[in-house]
């Protein structure tokens, strides 16, 4: 690699770390006719279900940018060094990098130069040439311009695997205090031509085998917290409203980094707490795996997650009433609501119930977060620990990591018997 290549690598994939939508859940690209390399689920800079470890080429083709948002490192008024890739430098990298098991798949993103579909078809040209030239059928992930026409946005979806366009605040009211020049509806139309042609295509996909795929692995979009001042409420209820108006993927919550001293961003000396970006992604979880509505866990009476436990916790303390549960009784969807069981143990213990009541033997094997759950159930068992306690205390012991005094307690109390 020369030096002016190396150059243009650290400025520029420097420049993309700040775009965490890059999961690959969900591609089934496969191999064919001799090409090279094949796309496999969760290819991304974390780790796979298996527990493999693997990693994307994350670059910009440029960071030369024609708008000026105040959250954004390479906003035009930002006084940093700029580089650009050409077409066939990023392909040429993203094959080197691949013979040399460096990377399973390429992401994709740039500052906006000239206009959306100047840059839009740069960015198809990349997948486009990797794809037919190269037979390259490893994971591409496009970061989709605002305001790029629907003719590239569809020649787009035939090459990448997934593709993503940045909402970047949580509301309109931000986006217009921090970036002026940008309009929502400029991202919201992508969006809605992308979700339109992914079900078409699946659709013609059933019908005829021989269809083109597009877009496999879906889209995604991306929020920046805390740079506005949006409660998690206004922050999560967009979520859903883009989850159900758009059938997302995923929504990423990318927590604000100071980059400049520009009065409209709030005075963060390290940014916004990774502890909220966490809670922001469990509500997230919550929402599209364990059947909660977003109202029951973010309303007007409690705009904010709670930063000291998970919002699961939190939603089960403010509903102590629908509490215990009969672990050997209720129905999956209510044991997948107590804090401590995943959907994965859920779906065991309404398994394993079926031969012999359980008790909590039977639950610690399965592998329950007994530390939590115990508050909130009762099984085949005599120790019933919710019995008389407020929330404020089952979450004081839950905190504080031990409940050994309760336990002693209650075990004294049940030997009166």
Wanted: glycine letters at 6%; aromatic letters at 10%; hydrophobic letters at 40%.
């Amino acid at each position: 690699m020369s030096d002016r290549i190396l150059e243009k690598v650290q400025i520029l994939a420097d420049a993309a770390k700040y775009d965490v939508s890059c999961s690959s859940s969900g591609s089934k690209r496969q191999n064919h006719n001799k090409g090279l390399g094949n796309a496999s689920d969760g290819i991304c800079h974390t780790y796979t279900e298996d527990g493999r470890c693997v990693s994307l080429l994350k670059i910009l083709l440029t960071n030369f940018c024609i708008y000026d948002c105040a959250y954004c490192v390479t906003r035009k008024s930002n006084d940093i060094k700029r580089a650009a890739f050409t077409v066939q430098e990023v392909v040429d990298l993203t094959i080197n990098f691949y013979r040399r098991n460096y990377i399973e798949g390429l992401f994709l993103s740039s500052g906006i130069f000239k206009n959306a579909d100047y840059t839009m078809e740069r960015l198809v040209s990349v997948a486009k040439k990797l794809r037919l030239e190269h037979k390259f059928n490893g994971y591409i992930h496009l970061k989709s311009i605002p305001g790029a026409s629907d003719e590239l946005m569809h020649e787009a979806g035939l090459y990448a695997d997934r593709l993503s366009v940045n909402i970047e605040m949580p509301t309109e009211k931000g986006l217009k205090l921090l970036a002026p020049d940008k309009d929502r509806k400029d991202m919201i139309q992508p969006m809605n031509y992308l979700k339109e042609a992914i079900i078409l295509h699946t659709d013609e996909k059933r019908l005829l085998k021989t269809s083109p795929i597009f877009a496999p692995a879906g889209q995604t979009t991306q929020m920046i917290i805390g740079a506005t001042q949006e409660t998690d409420k206004e922050i999560m209820y967009a979520a859903d409203r883009f989850y159900k108006g758009f059938n997302l993927k995923r929504v990423y919550y990318s927590g604000y980094v100071p980059i400049s001293n520009d009065k409209r961003l709030p005075g963060l000396d390290t940014g916004v707490p990774m502890v909220r970006e966490n809670r922001l992604y469990q509500t997230d979880w919550l929402m599209r795996f364990y059947g909660f509505k977003v109202q029951e866990i973010l309303n007007d009476f409690n705009p904010h997650l709670d930063l000291d436990i998970d919002p699961k916790l939190s939603w089960a303390l403010r509903n102590l009433s629908l509490f215990p549960l009969d672990i050997n009784k209720a129905d999956l969807q209510l044991i997948l609501r107590v804090p401590g069981i995943g959907v994965q143990s859920a779906q065991k213990i309404v398994a394993a119930r079926k031969f012999h009541k359980l008790n909590w033997d039977h639950l610690t094997k399965i592998g329950i977060a007994l530390n939590k759950a115990k508050y909130f159930i009762v099984c085949n068992s005599r120790e019933i620990f919710q019995k008389d306690f407020s929330a404020t205390k089952i979450k004081q012991f839950i905190l504080s990591g031990s409940s050994s005094k309760y336990i002693k307690h209650n075990t004294e109390q049940l030997a009166l018997f």
